[in-house]
């Protein structure tokens, strides 16, 4: 036993987030097909992704992104989650 945590324990945390993290890469396409495609534009911009043409970037199928583009869309989507949160706050103050 390391760090207080049973070693059985331990293992099977670590299976379940290899678990989650191979169910977010296999259902990662399917989510991305589904939006918006101004939704995607708005994520590639916020990802730091651009070029000649946003919209046709935005069409794209989520597997002909690089593997460093798709990391900068998803911490663009938690950024984007974030703001959105705090504006569900502003429904409110009218």
């Not at 993290?21 to 918006?36: H, I, K, L, V, Y």
């Given at each position: 036993m390391s760090g207080g945590?049973?070693?059985?324990?331990?293992?099977?945390?670590?299976?379940?987030?290899?678990?989650?993290?191979?169910?977010?890469?296999?259902?990662?396409?399917?989510?991305?097909?589904?939006?918006?495609?101004?939704?995607?534009?708005?994520?590639l911009l916020m990802a730091g992704i651009d070029g000649d043409d946003l919209a046709s970037l935005a069409l794209r199928d989520w597997r002909e992104f690089s593997r460093e583009e798709r990391g900068a869309i998803v911490c663009a989507a938690d950024a984007l989650r974030d703001q959105l949160n705090r504006a569900r706050s502003l429904t409110w103050a009218w």
């Open positions: 945590m049973p070693d059985n324990i331990r293992a099977r945390l670590m299976e379940l987030r290899d678990e989650f993290q191979e169910r977010a890469r296999r259902t990662a396409p399917g989510a991305w097909s589904t939006m918006q495609p101004t939704t995607r534009t708005v994520l």
